[in-house]
C-alpha cells in the first residue's frame, strides 16, 4: 500500500508540472516558433526533472530507513546469537568438569573403600558431591 502511495504522489507531481506548464501558456509558446518553441519545452523538461529528483531523493531516504531498521534487526539477533553461544560454551564446561569429577570419584572408589577412617573418606567424597552440586546451580543459573 505504501509503493502505490509513493507512486501515485509521483505521478500526481509529474501531472501537476505539465498542467502548470500548460495553463501558463507553455504550450502556446512550444507551438510557437524561433527560440521560444525550445525554451518553452525546456522548461517543462527542467520542471519535470526537477520533480524526478524530488521523488528520487523521497525514495533513497525510505530506502535508508528501511536500511537502518534491518541492520538494527540485524545486529539484535547476532546479540542473540552471541549469548546463546556464551551459554553453550558454559554448559559445556561444566559439563566436561561434572564429567571429570565423576571420573575422579570413581578412579578413587577403591581408595575410599582402603581408609581406614570411614569418616575421613566420607568428608573426600562430600567434597566431591559439593563441587557437583555447585556444578548443578550453575548450570540451573545459566540455563534459566
Known amino acids: 500500500m505504501r509503493e502505490v502511495t509513493k507512486w501515485c504522489g509521483a505521478v500526481f507531481l509529474f501531472c501537476g ?7 501558463y501558456g507553455g504550450h502556446e509558446a512550444a507551438l510557437g516558433s524561433g527560440p521560444n518553441k525550445f525554451d518553452a519545452i525546456g522548461v517543462l523538461f527542467s520542471g519535470l526533472a526537477f520533480a524526478g529528483m524530488l521523488v528520487t531523493l523521497l525514495l533513497q531516504r525510505q530506502e535508508l530507513i528501511d536500511n537502518r531498521n534491518e541492520f538494527k534487526r540485524t545486529a539484535d539477533a547476532n546479540e542473540r546469537m552471541a549469548a546463546n553461544g556464551l551459554k553453550q560454551i558454559q554448559v559445556q564446561w561444566l559439563l566436561e568438569k561434572k564429567k571429570q569429577i565423576l571420573k575422579i570419584m570413581e578412579a578413587r572408589e577403591a581408595e575410599f573403600a582402603a581408609f581406614d577412617d570411614e569418616e575421613h573418606a566420607e568428608m573426600i567424597k562430600n567434597l566431591y558431591l559439593s563441587e557437583l552440586e555447585k556444578i548443578d546451580q550453575e548450570y540451573t543459573r545459566i540455563t534459566s
Open 17 to 23: 508540472i505539465v498542467c502548470i506548464w500548460y495553463f
